[in-house]
C-alpha cells in the first residue's frame, strides 16, 4: 500500500490480498479522498496474481507490481482531472506495504533476480532447521531479544538465505556487488525514485524490524545477523503498524486486531519493548519522525483468516462467494461440535510450527456445509482468542475492548461471533484504514492524531464465558493434537 498526500487531497493506494476468479490475487488499490471530509473522489485497482510454482510456495511478479502502481497512478490522475483537482499540489508520498515478502533485484539494470517470495511461503522450513542446529541449543528464541523475533519460515532473513543458497543469479550478482535486497516498499520507492539512475533504496523500522536482521533497541542493521548498510529512510510504514495507526492506536494497551489473508493483532506498548513469554513477537509500532522516539508493539500473527473462506470456495467448493459463508452460517447458528484448525500454511503464534496441518473434526451424518461453514468462522475467532489470552498474560492487563479493521468485519456473523469468544466488545469501525502515513505527513505539518471517517464503534454483545472456556478447550485440544502428531508421525501430515 502506498500513500500519496495533496494539499487537500489524500491518495491512498493500498496492495492486499484478495481472490478473484477462483485464483488468489494481489491488488494495487489506488483510493482519493479529500483529506477534510474523508469523502471519496476517485479511485483505481489492478489485479496481480499470485503463483504456487509447488505446494507451499508462493510468489509475485516484482515487475507487475511496480506496472500495476504505475497503471493505477495514471489512471487515478486521469479521473483527478476530470475532476478538476490539480494533481501538482501532491506534497509528500508514503508507502504501506507487506512487510516481510522479500525481493532482490540487480541494481545495474533495474531487473528483479527472482519472484518475490511471499510472507506465508513455507520453502524456507528446510533453511529454519539448518540454522536451528547452529545455534546453542536449538533455541528458536535466540536472537529473539535483538529482534522480537523467533527464527521462522515467516521473516525475511531466512528467505534471502534461501534466495542466496538457491538461485545461482542472486549468488553471482552478490558476488559482483550488483545485488539489492528489501521487502515491497524498498523495491517500489528504488524504481520510483530513479530506479538504476539513481533510486534511493531504503526502508524503514516497521519494515526492517520484519527481516530478522534489524536491531529493534538501537535501530541498527545487526552486523551479528546479517551485514546491512542500508541508510534508513522513515517514510513508510508496514501494513500491520499502518493499521495500528490507522485505528489511532497511539496509547500504551490500545490494541487493533486486522482480519485479512490471515489475522494480526498488534498491541502498542509504548516506549518500552516487551518481550512475550507466551509466544507472540515483539516488534516496532512506528516512529513517527527521525527525531522521535520509537514505539514497539506485541504482535500475534495468525496465517489463516479469510484465506480459510476462500478455501471453503475454491476448494470444496461449498459456496460460490464468499458473502455465502456468512448466510450459511447465520442459518446454521452453530458447528453442531464441528471444529475446524485451518493449519494450511501451518501454526504461528503462540505455537511457531511450520510442519503442522489442518484439521475438520467432530463430524456426524448430521453435520453439513452450514455447520462446516460456522466452524471456519469460530475457527479465526478461536485463533484470535488464543492471540488475545497470551497478549493479556504478556502485559498483564486485559483488554477491554478491541478495534477491529480488515475485509472480513463485514461479516457480521464472525463479528458477532468474536465478540462473544472474546467475551469483550469488538469495534468494526470500518475507519479509512491508513489515513495519512504519519512519518511523511508529519514533514509537512498535518495533523495525524484526528481521525476522519470513522463510523459511531457498534458494541456486540458477550456471553457466557464458561461456555466459550469450554469450546476454546474443544479447539485447543485439536491444534495441540496436531502438533504431538508431528513430534511422533509426521507422516500424517
Known amino acids: 500500500m502506498a500513500l500519496y498526500l495533496f494539499k487537500r487531497i489524500n491518495v491512498n493506494l493500498l496492495l492486499f490480498n484478495v481472490c478473484v476468479h477462483g485464483r488468489f ?80 533485484w540487480d541494481k545495474t539494470t533495474g531487473e528483479p533476480l527472482y519472484n518475490a517470495i511471499v510472507w506465508l511461503d513455507l520453502r524456507t522450513q528446510s533453511t529454519v532447521e539448518r540454522l536451528l542446529k547452529r545455534i546453542p541449543g536449538k533455541n528458536k528464541s535466540f536472537f529473539k531479544f535483538r529482534t522480537g523475533l523467533p527464527l521462522s519460515t515467516y521473516f525475511s532473513a531466512v528467505k534471502l538465505r534461501w534466495l542466496l543458497d538457491n538461485v545461482e543469479e542472486i549468488r553471482q550478482a552478490v558476488d559482483d556487488g550488483r545485488a539489492m535486497f528489501g521487502t515491497i516498499d524498498s523495491w517500489l520507492i528504488w524504481s520510483l525514485t530513479g530506479g538504476k539512475n539513481g533510486g534511493v533504496h531504503c526502508t524503514d523500522v516497521t519494515n526492517a524490524s520484519r527481516t530478522m536482521l534489524f536491531n529493534i533497541h538501537s535501530l541498527e542493521w545487526d552486523p551479528e545477523l546479517y551485514s546491512v548498510s542500508d541508510v534508513l529512510s522513515f517514510q513508510c510504514l508496514g501494513d500491520q503498524s499502518a493499521a495500528l495507526v490507522g485505528q489511532m492506536c497511539f496509547q500504551d494497551g490500545q490494541a487493533k486486531n486486522t482480519y485479512g489473508t490471515g489475522c494480526f493483532l498488534l498491541c502498542n506498548t509504548g516506549q518500552k519493548s516487551v518481550f512475550s513469554q507466551h509466544g507472540l513477537l515483539t516488534t516496532i509500532a512506528y516512529k513517527l519522525g527521525r527525531d522521535k522516539p520509537v514505539c ?65 473434526c467432530g463430524l456426524t451424518q448430521f453435520t453439513n456445509k452450514k455447520h462446516i461453514a460456522f466452524a471456519a468462522l469460530e475457527a479465526v475467532c478461536f485463533q484470535t482468542r488464543e492471540i488475545l489470552d497470551a497478549m493479556n498474560k504478556d502485559c498483564g492487563i486485559p483488554l477491554n475492548q478491541l478495534q477491529v479493521d480488515g475485509g472480513m468485519t463485514n461479516n457480521k456473523v464472525l463479528m458477532q461471533l468474536q465478540s462473544d469468544i472474546l467475551c469483550i466488545p469488538v469495534d468494526p469501525q470500518n475507519t479509512l484504514f491508513i489515513l495519512f502515513p504519519p512519518t511523511a505527513a508529519t514533514k509537512k505539518g498535518i495533523d495525524v492524531t484526528t481521525k476522519v471517517g470513522i463510523l459511531q464503534p457498534v458494541f456486540l454483545a458477550c456471553i457466557t464465558q464458561n461456555k466459550i472456556q469450554a469450546q476454546m478447550g474443544l479447539f485447543l485440544s485439536e491444534a495441540n493434537e496436531r502438533l504431538q502428531y508431528h513430534y511422533s508421525d509426521p507422516a500424517v501430515f
Open 25 to 104: 490475487h494481489c491488488v494495487i488499490y489506488l483510493q482519493v479522498f479529500n483529506a477534510k471530509t474523508a469523502e471519496l473522489l476517485s479511485h483505481h485497482q489492478v489485479e496481480i496474481q499470485q503463483r504456487f510454482p509447488k505446494e507451499g510456495w508462493v510468489e509475485q511478479d516484482p515487475k507487475e507490481i511496480l506496472k500495476s502502481v504505475h497503471e493505477c497512478v495514471e489512471r487515478t490522475c486521469e479521473k483527478l482531472q476530470q475532476l478538476n483537482i490539480d494533481i501538482t499540489n501532491i506534497k509528500a508520498i508514503g508507502v504501506s506495504n507487506q512487510r516481510e515478502t522479500t525481493v532482490v
Open 296 to 360: 514497539y508493539a506485541l504482535e500475534g500473527s495468525v496465517a489463516i483468516a479469510g484465506a480459510v473462506v476462500r478455501w471453503l470456495r475454491d476448494n470444496l467448493g461449498i459456496v460460490k462467494t464468499a458473502q455465502e459463508v456468512e448466510k450459511l452460517a447465520a442459518e446454521a447458528g452453530t458447528s453442531y461440535g464441528c471444529y475446524f484448525v485451518p493449519a494450511f500454511s501451518g501454526l504461528y503464534a503462540p505455537y511457531w510450527e511450520p510442519s503442522a496441518r489442518g484439521i475438520i
